[in-house]
């Protein structure tokens, strides 16, 4: 009777055998279950993206027999940690078969203190929580509902991470499902190579199914967002330019500079975060001097802080994310905003259109954690940096207005890089984490590390399995 399932064309009867098989975790189309889940995702396409059926496993080892039997009927699958990646079909996949590890959720420190055992299913809102009342932490996402999975197979940017790199770089060991569907600890020691893959090679080599993260004494810090005219933007970034220059004389410090169009005017913003509860450290004394619209900064701790920016940033709209890296120059940062602001004039009249532009620097402290235990497999170099990586980001609410909302962002994007070549100001990486589906992002690390990361996955994934059969998300085969 299997065999007959795989013979047939249409996906749907050969995927939603897994509930024959594996029932007490899987949840078929129009079950309370699978239609709780399917809302659970950040952007409205991913979650209009419907499988033929949904598991969700309660250990490694039933993400183990999940595969296997995936495998087995040659399922096409994906696989969901807190479901943020913006586009459909990266952590959801249509008539297939979609892994939620959301049930993967353990926190769990160790008798030194010295790490945290995180399953992959938890979104960071959650790690912090059980990590601010010991007064620890680990390098993570910024807001709440982003999931542990994504963020870190992608590289991970804290507000850490100028005293410990981004969250990749603080993983010391992963439990992993290879494509054999053996179950691995993945480390230093014991498979450098696949080490060295995970930090920034997304869902490529395996599905993760908890991540051991180093850990480390964090108290009460400074933080919050400030709201500025758009009159404001020259200085803002002069501030970022002298930031991402300066920082490294204060690995506490932490920024975003962001720009947006919201209800019929652009305004400015930053989020300015000190990982000490110090109010107003001096490194931003000039920033701290530029007059704001409304300011939530105060002492608190990250709980707080990633929650506040969860509000900002609500499900259930339809959103656009992708990016590009430059060198750090306000002249073309500059520049970079006028053509956003020209893109956006063509798609403003859109229904609950915010369009934003952010600007974040990747400092030469950041930087140089990406050669710690191996080195990470992003491709930059400290000499590279400072860099500012730039995002636009699009949430509207009308699918009608889907194809000239994308089409203005990836000419903005495209407008930037050509400008950003013509000044001599560009820079090859393409942050996973924040791309859309077309772009490049394995070759944005080089093609030393791209051939590297291939010849990873040819050597624990000869068959390809997460190349062919989890077609979502970033794939070095594309
Ligand atoms: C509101 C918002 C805020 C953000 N803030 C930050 C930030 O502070 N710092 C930052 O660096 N980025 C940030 N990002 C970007 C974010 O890191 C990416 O969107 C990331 O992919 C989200 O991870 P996720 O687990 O929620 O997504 P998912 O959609 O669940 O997963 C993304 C991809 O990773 C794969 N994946 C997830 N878990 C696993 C696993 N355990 N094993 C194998 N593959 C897996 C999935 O298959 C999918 O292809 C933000 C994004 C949003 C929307």
Not at 66 to 85: E, M, N
Not at 86 to 99: E, K, M, P, V, W
Not at 124 to 146: F, T
Not at 407 to 425: C, I, P
Request: charged fraction near 15%; proline fraction near 5%; glycine fraction near 8%.
């Amino acid at each position: 009777m299997f065999s007959l399932f795989c013979l047939l064309t249409d996906r749907t009867p050969k995927c939603s055998f897994l509930g024959t098989i594996l029932p007490n975790i899987t949840s078929q189309p129009g079950s309370a279950s699978y239609v709780g889940q399917e809302a659970n995702y950040w952007s409205n396409q991913q979650a209009e993206t419907l499988p033929a059926c949904r598991v969700q496993p309660q250990s490694a080892l039933d993400v183990s027999a999940s595969l296997l039997i995936t495998k087995f009927f040659r399922c096409p699958f994906a696989v969901k940690s807190g479901g943020h990646a913006a586009f459909a079909g990266a952590s959801n996949i249509q008539s297939g078969l979609t892994i939620d590890l959301a049930n993967l959720n353990i926190v769990q420190v160790s008798e030194d203190r010295t790490l945290t055992q995180v399953g992959a299913g938890n979104r960071w809102g959650e790690v912090y929580s059980q990590l601010d009342p010991l007064q620890l932490s680990v390098i993570g996402g910024r807001v709440a509902s982003i999931g542990v999975g994504g963020l870190t197979l992608g590289g991970g940017i804290s507000f850490f991470s100028g005293r410990h790199g981004w969250a990749c770089d603080g993983v010391r060991n992963y439990q992993v499902v290879l494509a054999d569907a053996n179950i691995v600890d993945v480390n230093e020691q014991s498979f450098p190579d696949l080490y060295f893959a995970l930090r920034g090679g997304g869902n490529n080599f395996g599905i993760v199914t908890r991540f051991d993260l180093e850990t480390f004494p964090q108290g009460d810090m400074w933080g919050g967002m400030r709201i500025y005219p758009i009159t404001a933007n020259a200085s803002l970034l002069t501030e970022l330019y002298n930031f991402a220059k300066n920082a490294p004389s204060d690995p506490d410090a932490a920024l975003i500079v962001a720009f947006a169009y919201y209800e019929g005017e652009y305004l400015a913003s930053t989020d300015i975060e000190y990982a000490k509860p110090i109010v107003n450290p001096p490194i931003f004394n000039e920033l701290m001097a530029i007059g704001s619209l409304t300011s939530t900064m105060r002492i608190t701790n990250l709980t707080d802080l990633v929650e506040e920016l969860n509000v900002a940033n609500p499900s259930g709209l339809r959103e656009f994310y992708t990016t590009a890296t430059f060198r750090n120059d306000p002249n073309l940062q500059s520049k970079i905003l006028e053509i956003f602001m020209s893109e956006v004039t063509g798609i403003k009249d859109a229904e609950g259109i915010l369009p934003a532009l952010i600007f974040q620097p990747i400092t030469k402290d950041i930087i140089s954690y990406f050669s710690k235990n191996g080195g990470n497999a992003l491709g930059i170099a400290e000499s590279d940096g400072p860099l500012i990586l730039m995002n636009i980001a699009i949430m509207w609410s009308s699918s009608v207005d889907d194809d000239r909302i994308t089409a203005a962002a990836n000419r903005a994007v495209d407008q930037s890089v050509a400008l950003a070549k013509f000044m001599n100001l560009d820079y090859k990486y393409i942050y996973q984490n924040y791309a859309s589906q077309g772009q490049d992002v394995f070759a944005g690390y080089g093609a030393v590390n791209q051939q590297r990361l291939i010849g990873i996955s040819k050597k624990y994934d000869p068959e390809q399995v997460f190349q062919r059969l989890q077609p979502g998300y970033f794939k070095l085969s594309n």
